[in-house]
């Protein structure tokens, strides 16, 4: 839509103008709430009077006494001033100023909103603030001059008159007259007030501002200014902002001077007794914001920590202080006065004639050329100056939101203080900066505006930096000069630092920005400018040289005072403030670095001192890694220290040439040391890690030795190695203490280097040390033993050569001698080989390793050979080695093994003894080793046997015989359950599961100890699934018990293991009976297995009631299952197993699905893993020729019955679309190959050659599915031959076509999705031609079949190899869809007919109305089921009207209390079952109802009225009888006495208040709600009824009938079939198409009828019984045999009595199944239902009966006339067509 047109055209043709009128009042209560701030009124008028250039401001309230608390008689002026304070209440507030009085234009923008001050030197901008005074004033008066101007009301309208005064009224000043609206005011509270006013004096261009309170004066404010000074602007300062919109020009500062005189009064505070309650906030004297209660206080009080409390006390103790001072008078006066520092700049203003007209649109001012802003600072000596001795002055703070520095801290004033803060300890003046329309915030939003403040923000951040510059500037020069005056010259000391902190920390506070608010951008672009308005990166700091550049100053981490003092560092007290943390932050200060300390270095020498804090220092940097090696080089070879004591004095020593330090754990400081160690004095108190850090290494042994030896000739004798013997002792015993850690090489190098030398001090002299012997060497007396040396290690004595031992030789020689031989009857005793080991014991540390290897290699002791109990007392005479004999134990005696004989009483030889040790490390045997027991245990000795193994088990953890693996043995020696037999290890197993596969298992005693045996507890997995392949079980308990013990190990089964399993057959299934054709042919044969073995795969766990008949489900128990399922078996058959059950069985398949739509589904399924079964190659070539695909076949009515109803229904008008239904065909479906099967892509093709085609599913899965299966489609079965009459003569009708489709055809395709065009727009211009024929006929024909169809058609496309596609149309009218049809095929892959239809409406519409339309494609494809659901609304509507009139009749009942007869019960009798009744469908319990004899029941009259009586014909009685017996009552002939529940007219005499229609009528309701499709999802729910005392009893639901589905009508009613058919299912639906359809479309009225779902409908047919109709779980079935045999004949010829006759059959008939959804039996219940709902539903039938016979009796006279006339026959054809 063109809005720009349509707002032309009303300014042009619209009715005549008006103005928009205003609600003056409504409009002023809105600017109202826009002022909502505190003392708002006095901020405007303040202004005006700047504005004006007032000098003086004086304020007056008056007051009105109080009607209720008199003053008391007193003179006291404090009592007065008080009781006026506490009880007076405002009358006027009179706002007087000397400024410049009004002219003309400002008494003309005084009474004009929003029109503003135009000029931009002045505060006032919007033109909105006077009216403020209408707060607390209905009508303001104004008096300035010679004039005035009074306000007034009429209704919502401010009206204003202006006067002119006589010369001896005029006054200069301006003055405002504002009385208040109501005399309930109170006095404002004036500490508050006096706050107000000194802040809003601080930047306004006044001079002085009074208060008054009636005659009171309360306070006077004064402003004076020192004389400016300039603040110099440096070169290198960016003075423009950063969008080049304003300049600093110039700047100069000023000292300000506030000076407050006010009386004491404004500090009083009245104190308000406990036992008078709280005055409200609207007329208490003091009220004000702050003084309100809230949470943060409260909370407060219950978190106050104790500290909190005492300073809360001190503060109540001064308060009280104060109080005590104020009260003695409350009129006295106190002088207060406050010093502050403004620093002001002139800007020049620089911005583009657009950017000035749209400040000008904003603020209704132009920008002004010229500018200033001021910054507010309180210096640290103006800040010492307006420090306050009265006591009066410091607790009533009237400056307190003057000075920045407090809270809430620095303000941005626009003329006025601000919400906003500026985040930094400054306040700033900026009367150029545009607020927001309530002067609080900085207006930061529109877009013009914004710019220019953040401009000015930028401007403001400059000058924060140039003040800050210039305090730092004069900082410095008095520094400098309190430096000079103490004597100091020009170094900096403490002392002058010191001095100066305070200040220092006081300017940095004063720039450092925090966060400011409201808008936290504030803060962050005065900041950034501040920041960058330097062009170098570089600002001034205070430092422990002075005030420098931080370019020149460091960051110090530590203190490095003590050996650099030269760097000017941060002082500790700045270092961690916020000012210091930004710099860091910024980069613009960094920490100490080493480049510093080594120009440091470099300049003068390290004293010892010095010397010894640089060590630590360096060492603990080089350790943390702070310091890398080659800087600790760097500064080492700068680095040259003094040793002396004074400064210069002493040796020097140059670091660089140092590579050690001593270690006096090592080597005592007292030795000489070389010239590169560092001397220990040094080196005392770091760490030795931090020396390493350094690069030094420790002073090692073999240096310092090498080196004592080498200048032993230049040390003085007292210090010689080789004659002094104390010297050479403290050596040896340094060498002798380290001798433990030096490594193998430096032992060496030692042993080596005092070998040569005489240095070993012995009883002979000095000796060396291969030339020494030990002191405890006494074999000779002369040998030279070592001598004075204390201390000194043996070990370190033997190592460098002293020796400890004699030769072994000599040993042997004397010890080992042959004993002397025995006398006759003597028995020699030689114990020599004990005594050769207790004195080899004792020396055993000092025999060399060649001797002791030849020790044990020598037979030198005899075993044992004594008699048992003396075994000790004999020796063999073998020798044996000592490697070959046990210790004597009794234990190993027992076992026969040979034990070494160590003669004297049982446990004289102990294994800890010194010669126990020996022994064990010549060999000698503790115990047998593993393989020896396994020998003892296998031999055929049962004894040794038993005792073995006891000692086997007994030691197995003492002896470490789990080192050994006993499984790889492949002796027997291990007894099993219930078998004398041995076998090794690795032939028992200890778990006794494994014993279903047969393999044996370890003797019970034994099991605990199996590990220790070796024995496994479960035989190898690759052996269990062998035995388990070869010898399956036969059982399911053996089965059960086989596959339970593989569960358990699942673990351990591998994949190989798996496979193995998975194609074995183990598992035993039962055989089934054998079965031919799908049923059971009898019992197995007499030599058949009942099992047979399947493999895993092949089995299914569980059980599955849809596919039990067909797969092999098996249940071995959970454990067993578990281990079936990892081996292959499934809990439910794939996607390929049911695809193979498809192809084998698919009948079979369908048969137990029980239906299509579930074979549909499993189709589904099929279709969504096409791709996995494409994989399966033979499979899906099986798939291709398995008749398992289901598909639906036409069977259409005879051409006889659709032309005998043709005739009748030609000219029926309405009746015409229900003929065609009924004889609408009806769809079979059937199993076929895909080859016979075709999807229905052409739906003309398909209309008019359906008879002889079986289609595939109309879904797009299915229809995919079955072509990638070999199904076709049907436009590859019909071939077209077009047969063109001649060329038209004129083709301009042709060429406005071709036009027209390439334009539209563009449209059409925009709406289509990309993957769907075949070709594009362009194309269609390249290659198709349109020409006009006289003649199209079109000729369609069927592959395969002989059947084709010849059309007339006005368009048709032809395509020719050469000249392309040509679309031909007839001369005259063609039809505009067979233009679209044809074209939809070349533009799409697969055209529809819902995109031809689509593509019809683009060549039929205009553009225009395209564009209206909007049109979607998703509607006609979703058309069929939108009716659906429409018609579903409707009915849920009319349910919904019923339940509101059920509603609404209860409640009339209620109202008029109605009272009708009861019915009575009657006892029930037993009859015969009635003739052709409702049999087996009904409960089994329900009463057989007797009928009355002489009474009919409600139904009686109906059947008279609708001409069902007994008199008509033979049809007509049998009609009766059924219906009387579907009623309830019997044959006519019968004589039992009625026992029915009576009519209403029946009624027993005395009568009872009957139950609500409504009530009934909810039932009823329900019972129709309750009603549902057959086998619906959704679960039946019998409905919930009311209690009615005309019930009987209540049972359970009905049966369904054994009957089957076979197909839908053309409604889409279901029908089913008995499953006992004789006939052809298929010949039945053939033979009854018509009366089928017939029938139900008059179901569905009867639905209709009743607002009963059409989907609850059914139809089914069986060929014996006497059933009607039955209701199975709210599922309504239908008798077709019934209508076929009652109603079909007299329904011929369209009669509408017929028709009548048989709708009210059936709706009697399902009036009784609908009363089944409330009651099961036949009852006296039941029948009542019955009555209620034909009775409710009375009045629709007879209206719809009523329209059968008219529309009977109008077709029969339609035909009459028409029978004679020439008329063309319309097409037989049905209503699919």
């Not at 409260?298 to 109080?323: D, G, I, P, Y």
Request: charged share 20%.
């Amino acid at each position: 839509m063109d809005f720009t047109k349509l707002r032309a055209a009303a300014l042009k043709d619209g009715d005549d103008e008006e103005a928009v009128t205003v609600n003056t009042r409504a409009l002023i209560d809105k600017v109202l709430a826009r002022y909502s701030g505190e003392w708002t009124t006095l901020r405007e008028l303040i202004q005006n009077a700047a504005d004006a250039q007032a000098t003086t401001v004086t304020i007056k309230f008056e007051t009105l006494p109080s009607p209720t608390v008199p003053l008391s008689n007193t003179t006291n002026k404090s009592e007065v001033l008080k009781h006026v304070l506490l009880h007076h209440t405002l009358r006027r507030l009179l706002v007087t100023n000397n400024g410049q009085p009004f002219g003309v234009n400002d008494w003309s923008r005084l009474k004009r909103i929003a029109e503003g001050n135009p000029d931009e030197t002045k505060i006032g901008a919007f033109g909105v603030g006077f009216y403020s005074v209408f707060a607390d004033c209905e009508e303001p008066f104004v008096s300035s001059g010679k004039e005035a101007m009074a306000f007034y009301w009429k209704a919502n309208s401010l009206f204003t008159k202006r006067l002119l005064l006589p010369p001896e009224e005029s006054n200069p000043n301006t003055s405002f007259v504002l009385d208040y609206r109501n005399s309930t005011t109170p006095m404002p509270n004036l500490l508050s007030i006096c706050q107000f006013l000194a802040t809003s004096l601080t930047f306004v261009a006044l001079q002085k501002i009074e208060l008054q309170v009636d005659d009171w004066k309360i306070i006077s404010l004064e402003k004076k200014s020192a004389p400016s000074i300039e603040v110099p602007i440096a070169r290198d300062v960016e003075t423009k902002t950063k969008d080049g919109l304003m300049k600093v020009q110039s700047m100069d500062r000023e000292s300000v001077q506030m000076d407050a005189t006010f009386m004491n009064v404004v500090g009083w505070k009245p104190s308000i007794p406990a036992s008078v309650s709280k005055p409200s906030y609207e007329n208490s004297y003091g009220t004000s914001s702050s003084d309100v209660p809230s949470l943060r206080s409260f909370f407060s009080r219950l978190t106050a920590s104790t500290s909190h409390a005492q300073l809360k006390t001190k503060a109540m103790k001064e308060e009280k202080a104060l109080q005590e001072v104020v009260l003695e008078d409350l009129t006295a006066v106190t002088v207060a006065n406050v010093f502050l520092r403004v620093t002001t700049a002139v800007v020049k203003t620089s911005v583009t004639s657009s950017f000035a007209a749209e400040l000008e649109r904003a603020t209704k001012k132009p920008p002004p050329k010229t500018t200033k802003l001021a910054i507010l600072t309180s210096s640290y000596d103006d800040a010492a100056a307006s420090s306050k001795e009265n006591l009066v002055a410091n607790g009533v703070d009237i400056f307190s939101s003057v000075l920045p520095g407090k809270k809430p801290g620095g303000r941005i004033f626009i003329g006025f203080p601000t919400h906003q803060t500026t985040g930094a300890g400054m306040h700033l003046s900026a009367p150029s900066v545009i607020p927001t329309v309530e002067r609080e915030s900085i207006d930061l939003n529109a877009r013009w505006v914004r710019t220019w403040n953040l401009e000015m923000l930028r401007v403001a951040g400059i000058m924060a930096r140039l003040a800050f510059t210039s305090e730092m500037s004069d900082l410095s020069s008095r520094i400098r000069r309190v430096t000079e005056l103490n004597g100091h010259g020009t170094k900096v000391t403490k002392t002058e630092i010191a001095q100066f902190m305070p200040e220092a920390l006081h300017t940095l506070k004063t720039f450092t920005f925090g966060e400011s608010t409201p808008s936290a951008q504030v803060s962050q672009i005065i900041e950034e400018a501040f920041w960058t308005a330097y062009k170098k990166p570089s600002i001034e700091i205070y430092s422990t040289r002075g005030i420098l550049p931080t370019t020149k100053v460091r960051l110090a981490t530590e203190d490095l005072s003590g050996f650099v003092e030269g760097i000017p560092v941060v002082p500790a007290a700045l270092a961690d403030g916020s000012f210091v943390n930004k710099l860091k932050d910024f980069g613009l200060i960094t920490e100490i670095t080493f480049s510093d300390v080594k120009q440091e270095l470099e300049a003068k020498a390290l004293s010892r001192e010095q010397l010894v804090q640089f060590i630590g220092w360096a060492g603990k940097k080089a350790i943390t890694g702070d310091m890398d090696l080659a800087t600790v080089h760097s500064l080492m070879d700068v680095a040259v220290a003094m040793t002396g004591d004074a400064e210069g004095s002493g040796d020097v020593i140059a670091l660089g040439t140092i590579t050690s330090y001593l270690s006096v754990s090592k080597i005592p400081a007292e030795f000489p040391i070389p010239p590169t160690t560092i001397p220990f004095q040094f080196t005392r108190t770091s760490a030795v890690n931090e020396l390493q850090a350094l690069g030094w290494e420790p002073l090692e042994i073999v240096p310092w030795l090498r080196y004592l030896i080498e200048t032993n000739a230049h040390r003085p004798a007292s210090q010689s190695l080789t004659t002094s013997i104390p010297f050479a002792a403290s050596v040896l015993q340094v060498l002798s203490k380290a001798w433990d850690g030096l490594s193998p090489g430096s032992k060496t190098t030692v042993t080596s280097l005092l070998q040569p030398l005489a240095i070993i001090p012995t009883k002979a002299g000095m000796k060396k040390p291969g030339e020494s012997f030990f002191a405890s060497v006494k074999l000779f007396d002369d040998l030279p033993t070592v001598t004075s040396c204390p201390g000194v290690k043996e070990k370190f004595f033997a190592a460098i050569g002293v020796r400890k031992t004699v030769d072994l030789e000599t040993i042997f020689a004397r010890l080992l001698a042959p004993a002397a031989t025995a006398a006759p009857g003597e028995k020699v005793v030689n114990y020599r080989h004990m005594e050769v080991i207790k004195y080899l014991a004792s020396v055993k540390e000092d025999i060399p390793k060649e001797d002791l290897q030849r020790l044990k290699n020598s037979q030198i002791c005899p075993a044992e050979a004594g008699p048992k109990g003396l075994e000790p007392t004999q020796g063999t005479a073998r020798l044996y080695r000592v490697s070959e004999l046990f210790e004597p134990k009794d234990s190993l005696r027992d076992l026969g093994l040979p034990v070494i004989q160590w003669p004297g009483p049982p446990g004289s030889y102990r294994p800890a003894s010194v010669e126990g040790r020996f022994l064990a490390l010549l060999g000698l045997r503790t115990h047998p080793s593993a393989p020896e027991l396994i020998d003892m245990m296998a031999s055929a000795d049962d004894n040794l046997r038993a005792k073995s193994m006891y000692y086997f088990i007994s030691n197995h953890h003492i002896n470490g015989y789990a080192a050994f693996d006993l499984h790889q043995s492949s002796k027997a020696f291990l007894p099993l359950q219930g078998s004398n037999r041995l076998v090794s290890p690795s032939q028992c197993f200890t778990n006794e599961r494994c014993l279903v596969l047969g393999f044996s298992i370890l003797r019970k005693d034994l099991i605990i100890h199996a590990n220790k045996f070796g024995v496994a507890m479960d035989p190898p997995i690759s052996e269990c699934i062998q035995k388990l392949v070869a010898k399956p079980p036969r059982t399911k308990q053996e089965a059960a018990a086989l596959f339970g013990y593989f569960a358990s190990r699942l673990g351990e089964i591998s994949q190989q293991g798996v496979a193995v399993i998975a194609d074995s057959r183990i598992v035993p299934v039962p055989i089934h009976k054998q079965e031919v054709n799908g049923y059971a042919n009898g019992k197995a044969s007499a030599g058949q297995p009942e099992i047979r073995h399947l493999t895993p795969k092949q089995c299914y766990l569980g059980s599955s009631s849809t596919y039990n008949e067909i797969f092999d489900f098996v249940d071995f128990g959970m454990e067993a299952n578990a281990f079936l399922l990892k081996c292959g078996s499934k809990n439910e058959p794939t996607t390929v197993e049911l695809a193979n059950l498809a192809c084998r069985e698919p009948a079979r398949l369908l048969g137990i699905l029980q239906g299509h739509d579930k074979y549909l589904d499993v189709l589904r399924k099929l279709a969504d893993e096409l791709p996995q079964l494409k994989r399966d190659k033979e499979l899906f070539r099986q798939m291709k020729r398995s008749k398992f695909l289901l598909g639906t076949k036409v069977i259409a009515a005879t051409k006889a019955n659709r032309k005998s109803r043709q005739v009748d229904s030609m000219d029926s008008g309405d009746g015409f679309e229900e003929d065609e239904m009924e004889d609408a065909p009806i769809k079979q479906w059937q199993l076929e190959v895909a080859t016979n099967i075709v999807v229905n892509d052409d739906y003309v093709g398909y209309r008019l050659f359906k008879g002889s085609l079986i289609c595939a599913p109309e879904e797009e899965k299915l229809e995919d599915f079955y072509i990638a299966l070999g199904a076709l489609t049907i436009r590859s079965l019909i071939h077209e031959d077009l047969r063109l009459g001649e060329l038209a003569p004129k083709q301009d009708t042709a060429a406005k076509l071709r036009l027209h489709l390439l334009e539209r055809a563009k449209l059409f395709l925009h709406e289509i999705k990309r993957e769907n065009i075949k070709h594009d727009g362009r194309w269609l211009e390249k290659n198709l031609a349109v020409k006009v024929a006289t003649s199209i006929n079109l000729r369609r024909s069927l592959r395969g079949h002989s059947q084709s169809h010849n059309e007339k058609r006005s368009a048709a496309l032809e395509h020719d190899k050469k000249t392309g596609w040509t679309l031909y149309v007839a001369t005259g009218s063609y039809d505009s869809y067979q233009v679209s049809q044809a074209i939809s095929h070349l533009l799409l892959d697969r055209p529809s007919q819902s995109a031809s239809l689509t593509f019809e409406q683009f060549l039929n519409l205009s553009l225009y109305q395209l564009r209206a339309r909007g049109y979607n494609v998703e509607r006609i494809l979703r058309a069929k089921a939108a009716e659906q659901r429409i018609a579903e609304e409707e009915r849920k509507k009319q349910m919904a009207i019923e339940q509101q009139q059920i509603q609404e009749q209860e409640e009339e009942w209620r109202q008029q209390g109605q009272m009708v007869p009861a019915a009575v019960a009657r006892e029930e009798n037993t009859h015969l079952p009635m003739p052709g009744g409702f049999g087996s469908d009904s409960p089994e319990n329900s009463p057989q109802p007797n009928p009355r004899k002489g009474r009919g029941s409600i139904f009686s009259n109906f059947t008279k009225r609708l001409g069902i009586n007994s008199s008509s014909s033979s049809g007509g009685s049998e009609v009766q009888e059924q219906l009387q017996n579907f009623l309830g009552g019997g044959a006519s002939g019968q004589k039992h006495t009625p026992d029915n529940p009576p009519s209403y007219n029946e009624a027993n005499k005395s009568t009872e208040k009957v139950s609500s229609p409504a009530a009934v009528q909810q039932n009823l309701h329900n019972a129709i709600q309750s009603s549902r499709a057959f086998d619906s999802s959704t679960l039946f729910s019998p409905p919930r009824t009311e209690t009615v005392k005309e019930q009987a009893t209540y049972c359970d639901s009905t049966p369904s009938q054994n009957i089957t589905f076979l197909a839908d009508a053309s409604n889409g009613t279901r029908i089913f079939v008995s499953k006992t058919l004789s006939m052809n299912p298929t010949t039945f639906l053939t033979e009854n198409v018509t009366a089928l359809n017939t029938f139900s479309l008059l179901l569905q009225d009867v639905c209709d009828v009743y607002a009963l779902p059409r989907r609850a409908m059914h139809i089914f047919y069986d060929e014996s019984g006497g059933t009607i109709a039955f209701n199975s779980g709210g599922a309504i079935f239908c008798n077709f045999r019934f209508y076929s045999q009652l109603h079909v004949a007299k329904m011929a010829g369209g009669s509408g009595e017929g028709k009548s006759e048989a709708a009210a059959y059936w709706w009697i008939v399902v009036a009784h199944e609908l009363a089944h959804n409330i009651v099961k039996e036949h009852n006296a219940e039941h029948s009542f239902y019955t009555e209620m709902l034909a009775a409710n539903n009375f009045p629709k039938m007879m209206a719809r009966c009523v329209a059968y016979i008219q529309a009977g009796n109008s077709s029969s006279t339609s035909s009459t006339s028409t029978s004679t006339s020439n008329r063309p026959q319309i097409e037989n054809r049905s209503l699919l067509d």
